[in-house]
């Protein structure tokens, strides 16, 4: 049975505001264990370590080219696909899905149609810290994220309130729902037990969206025993218990069906699975490219040279973007409201 191995980077759990790790990510490539150490000692017959680490070997400037030629081999002739999100773009859509949704769901309208929910968290994004007023927006963010996880009477207090001490009158279409209405109906999504900031969530359903075009027919996967990981494991145990038949459309490029073709997820020592040490190697140099482009910090390698090697479909990205039209024909007829409607019911946490 055909097998991809996983790693993730950037993992933070429910705290999506992490100024350290801006970003988060995994790879998925199926390759096995007998190639995976073949090319680690094609491109690295030196190594001492004893698994290898790309943060480690990222360092010594002797390996630059090595890691990109290896990267290159990878997605030259491997299945793989890598997913690099922003998490605060990503926990800015977190609180249109939960802190404003609602309150046009209760009106009658698609808040999601043709993406409009990415294009107002983009714009959230880009221009929240001036038009919302000094700091606001980190604010209203940052009580949004304790709320989620509190779930308190006090926490919820404090996220309105924070809404109501912006400027949210240049912006009530976002705002507007908590700091003018308060809204019952977002606040009550906010409280519902199991719901969370975490995006392991996310970052699985995107990978699986992929693997599942990728793979011939029914396949596994394996990842590391880190504890960073134990949250993917536990949804990919769920994902493959669903046996009902539903497909759902959520973007251009991407969609998913169940049940899926995925039959088995187990943990390994990274240690002794040169395959998972390679998918490592993926994530790490999309990560570290990702923060040299948008102006994070500097990473070891050329940020270009490694983005270019990627082919169509092998990176999905969830980065803000104030091309509103493009936004618009990518995400048109995505089923989000039924995709979130549905994965709530059958995926929330107990």
């Known amino acids: 049975m055909e097998c991809f191995r996983i790693d993730e980077s950037g993992y933070t759990g429910f705290d999506l505001l992490n100024s350290e790790q801006r970003l988060q990510g995994a790879a998925a490539i199926a390759i096995d264990d007998g190639e995976a150490a073949r090319l680690i000692r ?36 491997h299945k793989c696909v890598t997913y690099v999100c922003d998490k605060r773009f990503l926990l800015l859509l977190m609180f249109l899905d939960y802190a404003v949704e609602p309150f046009y769901y209760e009106l009658g309208v698609d808040f999601y149609q043709d993406g409009q929910n990415y294009s107002l968290a983009s714009l959230l994004y ?47 279409e976002a705002l507007g729902p908590l700091a003018q209405f308060a809204s019952p109906e977002c606040l009550q999504a906010i409280a519902t037990p199991g719901v969370s900031t975490d995006a392991a969530f996310i970052v699985l359903q995107s990978l699986i ?17 880190s504890k960073n990981l134990l949250a993917y494991h536990d949804l990919l145990l769920r994902f493959i218990g669903h046996k009902d038949a539903v497909t759902f459309r959520q973007s251009e490029i991407a969609s998913i069906t169940f049940p899926l073709k995925l039959k088995s997820v187990i943990q390994v020592d990274s240690k002794t699975s040169p395959a998972v040490q390679l998918a490592d190697v993926m994530i790490g140099a999309a990560i570290e490219a990702a923060n040299t482009l948008m102006g994070h910090r500097v990473g070891e390698l ?44 059958n995926f929330q946490k107990p």
């Open 42 to 77: 094609e491109y690295f017959p030196r190594l001492q370590a004893e698994e290898l680490k790309y943060r480690a070997l990222a360092r010594r400037p002797a390996n630059h080219q090595r890691l990109i030629a290896l990267h290159r081999e990878l997605l030259t002739n």
């Open 209 to 225: 969206s992929r693997m599942e075009v990728m793979a011939d027919g029914p396949y596994r996967v394996e990842h590391d025993q």
């Open 302 to 345: 050329d940020a270009q040279q490694v983005m270019a090697q990627y082919g169509e479909h092998q990176l999905i990205h969830m980065l803000p973007s104030i091309d509103f039209e493009e936004q618009k024909r990518f995400r048109q007829g995505s089923q989000a409201a039924q995709v979130i409607d549905y994965y709530a019911v």
């Open 126 to 172: 880009v221009t929240g810290a001036k038009l919302l007023g000094p700091g606001a927006l980190d604010r209203l963010l940052r009580c949004f994220q304790r709320a989620m996880k509190e779930k308190s009477r006090a926490a919820l207090d404090d996220l309105v309130e924070a809404a109501r001490s912006s400027r949210w009158r240049d912006l009530p």
